[in-house]
């Protein structure tokens, strides 16, 4: 049987989690012409049945006309679009689970399609995709106003639709972590600096901004990340104070929870003490963490998209750090995109029933 400290509930902001399981966000497609369909809400919905405490739902594109590079990725903006997030919330919420949208713009991220490009030109901070790589134009000021007006928006129809928490989307080399990365923000206005502060600012306006339509009580989580997906080894801290040089404004701004992207949880983020990502975080900040990177599974999921299987491995180390107070919440994605199961198989035990994660798992909405 699992230890008990991944069973107890936990509750942030109001929001009450029934155990520290989160569904972590992962891109899957499958909505045609960005309208989430029925087979999207029954696939949360499984999750939802099976325990899972909080679902953060894939990425899904705010009001901008790049903010997603995958015409079948779900947007959250438009009537039909909205109408489909409807069906997911009541789906989950039939099961018995919790859901928040994962709020995105991809800025200057390449078209993931031959034959599709976005209706509008990329946004970026400052026109590069990664250092030194022009991609476009840097946004204006008008538009990163209209940008940060663009989350806020969708965080108060997330509210509004009856979710129950939201989440920013700013890790990965996305629109809101090329504002935080010096390699690909060098503007010269109030957006850019060469201290990490100054670069959080566009971040912490989207939360300010997300502040005021959602109100006071209502959860609002940020994803970060060091690395980026154009370049694995970059870190934007290399230690505690620049950390809190980073994170310190967007707890200020708004933020209730900071969901911690690395690629594999157990390796420490910084030398001299073995804490992790998220460890560090909340031992900086004060706000509750979310750890996430390989749970449950033996090899990262760069090796696992590649073609590598994973096998299940064990949460022994997980369930150290987490009753010992590094983090408060477990996010998992591979292993609940392979089996919806997984959560009632590891709380009963049920270990020799896990599966092996295999990307052809990508390729459904199992």
Known sequence: MASDVLFTPFTFKGLTLPNRVVMAPMTRSFSPGGVATEEVAAYYRRRAENQVGLIITEGTGVDRPASLNDPNIPRFHGEAELAAWKRVVDEVHAGGGLIAPQLWHVGAVRSRSETWQPPGPYDSPSGYSSPGKQFGEPMSEEEVADAIRAFADAAANAKAL????????????????????????????????????????????????????????????IRVSQWKQQDFTVKLAHDPKALEAWLGPLVDAGADVIHCSQRRFWEPEFDGSDLNFAGWTKKITGVPTITVGSVGLSGDFIGGYAGEKSEP??????????????????????????????????????????????????????
């Open 162 to 221: 009856g979710f129950d928490a939201i989440e920013l989307h700013g890790a990965h080399g996305y629109l809101i972590d090329q504002f935080f990365w010096d390699g690909t923000n060098v503007r010269a206005d109030a957006y850019g600096s060469k201290e990490l502060p100054g670069r959080a600012r566009f971040a912490a306006d989207i939360l300010r901004a997300v502040r005021k339509a959602v109100g006071p009580d209502y959860p609002v989580i």
């Open 313 to 366: 491995a064990s949460l022994d180390r997980l369930e150290e750090m987490l009753d010992r107070g590094d983090f408060d919440m477990v996010a998992v994605g591979r292993a609940l995109l392979q089996d919806p199961e997984w959560v009632v198989k590891i709380r009963e035990g049920r270990h020799a029933e896990l599966s092996a994660f295999d990307r052809s798992a990508m390729a459904t909405l199992y």
